[in-house]
């Protein structure tokens, strides 16, 4: 304790007079404080390793699975045209490739759901800022908002269909109606989670409504954003599997719910098979290849992950 | 130095409170925070105001920032908007260390490389040269607070741009760090204030930190908060700062006791 106040006291004499050589040393001290202090990014794995750790895990369940599926067809337990082998599913698939067929189902598909996807953010973006920010508006319809998450947007079609008849309109309205809610909610989620001195810095920085939204509110609260899209892309994707499922026309061009669609009509297990593949690969192929890394990015900038 | 703040007005208050009341909430839950609160501050001045825990600093502060406003009573201010340093750095997660410096440059609109040129003086004069693009959880929480000086520095100057005097708060910045940070970085403010001219209302609840930093020292008492009485420790040293820290710190726990016996 004495040894304290006399290294304090030694402090005061030199500090209310800062001379170049105390400038030096405080620039050494801070620098080598520094250095101790930061935290270190820690060994890395090599690349390859990763990836393949990332990769091989689920090839193997996947390679699993099929073998499960040879050896229950090879019991003939059930009959053919309830259980296809694998062999006959690669055999449609293969030959939907080579008429070139497959492209079109799925630029059908995958284009709308991207147009739909694109158009829900734009809706609910606002609409979460809305609901997030503004009293009033949470109350009179953020129950109805977080209700219709729930909703499955199945329901919506026969209404859509009364509606618009069998168009694009009825396929795109039920897009929207799965995807909105989910978005919007990720965006409150995202909001309400942000540390309130944040928007109070921007505050006295002297932002105003929309430069706080622009600056501060929206990248923040983009992690439960980013969360909300995945969500949303996922109802999206589901919503208009039901919607081409349900509301299948010829005017509306062969997307893979039509595809489905027919091979239930012809009683085709295989070709109905190959449908539901195709979907969960478009489905899990997006979720992979877009929104992982997108967060993976955002979670690493924030140092919210730990690898 | 470019940093410099021009002291173009001759006014005679940077900031004036008078008969500032806060009170929270309403009917039997009302707490009153500050109840008369007089105090003037020169521009240029650096003032400390201490006060036990609770006892209005940070409400005072959020008062003169304008995140609240005063039940009654009087608040003029003759700078530009204050630059705000909070007690956590409040840094923006997301952005690197450069882009929180400029933060409140973009927000004001300006230009790129107007932008840049002063986030690479502030840097230096912060001494964190190379670190412009990590972002703040690669960073100590010593270097995190000087990331936070750094950007209320920014916006202090970019404030006085139209010739206003310059008016920086700080609420207990250096109170989470250890004893060596906390004493450089006391010497970087001071500095940087004599460099810059800016006035500093500066709350702490350590009596010597008020000391050594401050040109005056104002003790509030709590609950409610009123200025008790106040110290001119301009340019205090050796033994007359080790008395003023002696006196104020007596004064300190003596206003502490009379609230523990009522
Ligand atoms: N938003 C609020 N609602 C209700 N009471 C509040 C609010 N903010 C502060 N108070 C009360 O006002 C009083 C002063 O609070 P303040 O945060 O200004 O204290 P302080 O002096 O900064 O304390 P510390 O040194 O612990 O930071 C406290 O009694 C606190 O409970
Ligand atoms: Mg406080």
Known sequence: MPRLDQDTKDDKGTEHVPTEATAEEVDGAIGGLDALDAPNAGPQRSRARRIGAAVLPPIGAAILFVAVWQAVWATAWLPEHQLPSPGTIAEVFWGLVETGQVWEFLWTSVHRAVIGFVIALGIATPLGLLLARVKLVRAAIGPLVSGLQSLPSVAWVPAAVIWFGLTDTTIYMVVLLGAVPSIANGLVAGIDQIPPILPRVGKVMGAGTFANARHILLPAALPGYLAGMKQGWAFSWRSLMAAELIASSPELGDGLGQFLHNGMSLFDMPMVITGIILILFVGVGIELLVFAPVEKITLNARGLRKN | MAVALENAVGTEHAVRLEGLHKVFGAGRQAVTALDGIDLAVRPGEFVCLVGASGCGKTTLLNLIAGL???????????????????????????????????????????????????VTELLSLVRLEGTGRKRPHELSGGMRQRVALARSLASAIQGSADGKHALMLMDEPFSALDAITRDLLQAELLRVWRATGTAVVFVTHDVREAVRLGQRVVLLSSRPGRVVDEWDVNGLTGADELVAVDTIGAKLREVISTHAAA
Request: aromatic share 4%.
């Open chain 2, 68 to 118: 609240e406003q005063p039940t009654s009573g009087r608040i003029t201010l003759t700078t530009s908007r204050p630059a705000v340093m909070f007690q956590e750095h409040a840094l923006m997660p997301w952005l690197t260390v450069n882009r929180n410096i400029e933060l409140p440059l973009r927000l004001a609109g300006v230009g790129r490389a107007e932008r840049a040129a002063r």
